[in-house]
């Protein structure tokens, strides 16, 4: 874990607001020199706290509105091997290796459902996946979101916190 501060996590609210800020602006905004903010961005990179800055790309804009979870159940020892052949299938977005049901859950875009039916399908014939269950999402109820937690890091950060545990 790296050890953040305050403006690091002012930095982070503020990149994440603004993406296309340049250095300079965010240095006026925050109030700080430009040669700070270019050093504390290099630094969150380099610790990997900023991991990219890529656009947010709609896969529903690009002809693949529908979004399937999908737990794989896989043989014992085929990990490894499973996580190289999902690498190759355009259509996963993420994959993760889960605790719990399945082994690994994959996010994936589809033109409809019966291309997620297809894309089932090669997962089967994947060696090493046992068997799939799969949920299709409806609709989205809260975005992918980092500020909500960045706000919890500031709030340990914060001199006068109270416990936030008893």
């Given at each position: ?9 002012s ?23 430009r ?6 961005v ?35 020892g085929?990990?490894a091997?499973v ?11 993420e ?8 082994d690994?859950l ?20 994947l060696p090493g ?9 409806l ?13 919890l890091?500031?709030?340990?950060l914060?001199?006068d916190?109270?416990?936030?545990g008893?």
């Amino acid at each position: 874990m790296a050890a953040l501060d305050v403006l690091d996590i002012s930095i982070l609210r503020e990149l994440i607001t603004r993406p296309r800020a340049g250095m300079r602006e965010l240095a006026r905004t925050l109030g700080i020199a430009r040669g700070t903010v270019h050093t504390r961005v290099s630094r969150l990179e380099r610790l990997a706290v900023i991991t990219d800055y890529a656009p947010q790309v709609s896969p529903a804009q690009l002809g693949y509105p529908i979004l399937a979870f999908v737990h794989l159940h896989l043989a014992q020892g085929q990990l490894a091997r499973v996580t190289r052949a999902l690498v190759l299938v355009e259509e996963v977005l993420e994959a993760h290796s889960t605790a719990g049901e399945g082994d690994v859950l994959c996010r994936v875009a589809a033109r409809d459902t019966a291309h997620v039916e297809e894309i089932i399908q090669r997962f089967l014939h994947l060696p090493g996946v046992v068997r799939c269950r799969t949920e299709i999402a409806l609709s989205e109820r809260v975005p992918s979101r980092i500020t909500p937690l960045l706000s919890l890091v500031a709030q340990d950060l914060a001199p006068d916190k109270t416990d936030r545990g008893a």
